[in-house]
């Protein structure tokens, strides 16, 4: 979940710049020819383009982690190989950065820990908020090596604040990013303070001069890592808002909706639908276009903004003790401009408008199929900020989660496990059964589960395996607010190198072991011996 002071203000005086439109912009979305196959599909297992993927990526996968099992522990059978994934977490720079570490120390191109080389062994990588800017800043640039990015990118871009204009005046061009919006709204789509925002995340997030302002979600599909399946499938997530209902922001058990190269949509009960990416943007109604299609929608600088929404939230939501951000942000509305609720939005015209999937079950008290456009914010604000959901369907036939958990629960901005709980207890109204039982945060608390690496789902085989991965000081105080979006390169180095020792456990010693036990825990095969120790150091047990 991110927050920032003061981002309203620059928002707002960035889209009231006065500015000439520009004649072309390659933010803004364009009409195209129709496809030929159908636009929109029931939720009723995955998209015939994603399946292709996950086979294919899951050949690349099992050879790689045939081959990190045999240099952690030669006794290791690989007969039967596991579906991993990796879980990214909410927490704006902190998340990013903590996250990025953890990918590194995953990466064999990049690391020499005990886990180097499971990044290769990853077939989906999930991402929300801070996680999202880490997950499309990867994916964005084609996947480069963390080492890369931190010093040809990040290292520039995030030592200076984004909400900052004299500090990255040399960056951004803000004259530009307003010339962008208008011509965007004077094409005819609805434009709020996320695009602003998402463009302005552009310039810390992707390579490109223009901070991204033509690179979509979609063309991830054509860039040389995703078509060789070289990398894990990246799923973006956020939550619906029903404004229709009067719903500020969403609940716990708020509709969860899923960004990815090739679809956007939800499996949740109320939608049970996807479209086509590439096509976000289109007039939908009853399944099919109304007229022309719209592509270039989708900007991955958007969507990243999309995820880490949350000024929705603080500006409606009653606070009796508001935050700094809270109270600056209400005297900006009062002072400096009027806004309408939906402005604080990422908005979304709704492709599942008048449509009713086979797999959705109707609800007349959420009705989103009658909306027209879709509302969507930070899922973290309905304490889900590990993007868990989507790993849990069936279709995808994940068996182990890596869940990587940089919240901020705690006074001092440390994890408690509220959050994986809320995720558990949520997962029953989702219909989603194969989540492991998660204890209670005083548990976690006494336990000390919130601070070192747990395995949760040991002794169930029906439930998928949960590496639980806490934020935690191993060699940096990486306990960093939320709100803090300036970090010096020292920083930034110490938070990476923090988070490549989260994933190692401090390079402890027979981790490495004690980790490929855990990914193979439920294949059926005969574990080497150390398995035993390692399960009762590790694995919870109700």
């Not at 994940?398 to 949520?426: C, F, H, K, M, R």
């Not at 601070?451 to 998928?464: H, I, P, Q, Y």
Request: proline fraction near 5%.
């Amino acid at each position: 979940m991110f927050a920032a002071t003061g981002i309203l203000s620059l928002l707002l005086s960035t889209v009231l710049v006065p500015a000439a439109l520009a004649d072309s912009s390659s933010y803004v979305p364009i009409s195209a020819t129709c496809p030929s196959e159908s636009l929109v599909r029931a939720a009723s297992g995955l998209s015939t383009n994603e399946e292709a993927y996950r086979v294919s990526r899951k050949a690349v996968a099992d050879e790689a982690l045939k081959s990190w099992l045999a240099e952690t522990n030669s006794e290791f059978n690989t007969d039967e190989l596991p579906t991993i994934a990796l879980s990214s977490s909410g927490g704006g720079d902190r998340a990013l950065l903590s996250g990025a570490g953890v990918i590194q120390g995953l990466d064999a191109r990049d690391s020499n820990v005990s886990t180097s080389g499971l990044f290769q062994a990853l077939t989906y990588h999930s991402g929300l908020s801070g996680g999202a800017w880490l997950l499309t800043s990867f994916a964005g640039n084609n996947y480069p090596t963390i080492s890369s990015l931190e010093s040809n990118l990040w290292g520039l871009a995030i030592q200076d604040s984004l909400l900052d204009p004299e500090l990255l005046g040399a960056l951004i061009d803000y004259l530009t990013i307003a010339d962008e919006v208008e011509a965007k709204e004077s094409a005819g789509f609805e434009t709020t303070l996320i695009d602003v925002y998402g463009r302005l995340l552009g310039y810390q997030l992707y390579g490109e001069p223009d901070g991204g302002a033509g690179l979509t979600l979609s063309s991830i599909t054509g860039f040389s890592n995703f078509t060789s399946h070289a990398v894990p499938y990246p799923i973006i997530t956020a939550l619906g808002a029903k404004v229709w209902l009067g719903e500020c922001t969403p609940g716990p058990n708020g509709t969860t909706y899923e960004f990815t190269p090739f679809e956007f949509g939800s499996w949740d009960s109320d939608v049970s639908a996807f479209t086509q990416t590439k096509y976000l943007g289109t007039s939908m109604k009853g399944g099919s276009p109304v007229s022309s299609c719209t592509i270039n929608y989708d900007n991955i600088g958007y969507i990243a903004g999309t995820s880490s929404d949350v000024f929705a939230s603080e500006l409606c939501t009653e606070i009796s003790d508001s935050s700094e951000l809270v109270t600056e942000l209400e005297k900006i509305l009062v002072d400096v401009h009027e806004i309408a609720t939906s402005d604080q939005y990422a908005t979304y015209r709704n492709p599942f408008y008048e449509y009713q999937s086979s797999t959705q079950v109707p609800n007349s008290a959420n009705n989103i199929s009658a909306q027209q456009s879709l509302s969507l914010v930070d899922g973290g604000v309905a304490l889900q900020n590990n993007p868990i959901f989507p790993l849990l369907q069936p279709a995808r036939q994940i068996d182990v989660i890596i869940v990587n958990d940089n919240s901020a629960d705690t006074s001092n901005n440390w994890p408690n496990g509220s959050e994986i709980l809320t995720t558990y207890v949520q997962s029953f109204n989702h219909n989603l059964t194969r989540m492991p039982y998660i204890p209670p945060v005083a548990t976690f608390i006494a336990e000390g589960l919130n601070t070192r690496a747990t395995f949760f789902g040991c002794n169930d085989s029906s439930k998928v395996t949960i590496v639980y991965l806490p934020n935690a000081d191993f060699t940096f105080s990486s306990n960093v607010p939320t709100a803090q979006l300036a970090y010096s390169k020292a920083e930034q180095a110490d938070m990476i190198a923090n988070g490549v020792q989260i994933v190692s456990q401090g390079e402890k010693a027979g981790w490495g072991t004690c980790l490929g036990c855990a990914l193979m825990m439920k294949t059926n095969q005969t574990l080497p011996d150390d398995c035993t120790a390692c399960f009762a150091d590790y694995c919870y047990y109700e």
